[in-house]
């Protein structure tokens, strides 16, 4: 089994195999595109296609996340995957589908019809991904300076942030000229810190991309290394999101 099959197995089977054999038997017993053929071909067909559409569909998406500004606008990001999932699936099913259920190739006058179906079911399999994506607070390199800024102490104005930290009711702000506590919650700060590139990697934790050094992976846990050596946890919520934007 492929190394990208495991990870949509064990990474989230309802998001992977499971939702591509379900489209895949919902497609063979609605008989989505008139095949004469038997139910045993049409499952086969369709649940395999499914799943390397699938595999497909994860490569895309996971790259399509990385674009700039994919991040900032959901519907943006929708069109664009469909677009690109759903054009190169056209061509594979026109090429194949015919051969499988006619024994011949289809004709080129097929290939419109085929489109806004393929689209059609591209986009619906692609609605329940994003909606099922896990949820990791994000913030976005700006032109303006993040208002979290003016909450720094005096001695640690003008620093470069690194990282937040929860403690209890305090959060630490960890900076290349050390770190010092503030009265806030965490949530608000990364409301606060849109402008700077960065991400939530666990419930009390905020890094900012630019400090990662290094990171370790290990018993399905991941730990990055901070500029200054700073350990900060990677918990399982996040780090789905976090691999898929390219963190690592």
Not at 78 to 98: A, D, E, N, Q, R
Not at 140 to 154: Q, S, W
Not at 176 to 194: K, P, Q, T, Y
Request: hydrophobic letters at 50%; charged letters at 20%.
């Amino acid at each position: 089994m492929s190394t990208r099959l495991k990870r949509l197995i064990t990474g989230d089977p309802a998001k992977g195999v499971g939702i591509a054999v379900a489209a895949g038997v919902f497609l063979a017993l609605t008989n989505a595109f008139g095949s004469t053929t038997g139910l045993g071909l049409r499952l086969a067909y369709w649940v395999v296609l499914m799943i390397v559409a699938g595999l497909w569909a994860e490569f895309c998406m996971r790259t399509i996340r990385r674009l700039p500004g994919m991040e900032r606008s959901w519907l943006i990001r929708f069109v664009v995957s469909v677009l690109v999932i759903g054009l190169p699936l056209t061509v594979v099913v026109w090429g194949v589908t015919g051969w499988i259920f006619y024994g011949q190739a289809y004709g080129p006058d097929m290939f419109p019809g085929l489109v806004w179906r393929v689209l059609l079911i591209t986009a619906v399999m692609t609605a329940i991904g994003m909606a099922m994506e896990p949820k990791t607070a994000t913030t976005h390199a700006g032109e303006g300076p993040p208002r979290f800024l003016d909450r720094l102490p005096p001695r640690l104005r003008g620093a470069v942030i690194h990282a937040v930290q929860a403690e209890d009711h305090y959060l630490r702000i960890h900076t290349d000229r050390g770190s010092d506590l503030i009265l806030m919650r965490l949530s608000d700060a990364v409301a606060e810190l849109e402008g700077l590139e960065g991400a939530q990697t666990h419930r009390s934790w905020w890094v900012a991309r630019d400090a990662v050094q290094d990171v370790k992976r290990g018993d399905g846990r991941a730990t990055l290394t901070l500029e200054g050596g700073l350990i900060v946890p990677v918990s399982r919520r996040h780090a789905r999101a976090l691999r898929q934007a390219g963190w690592y």
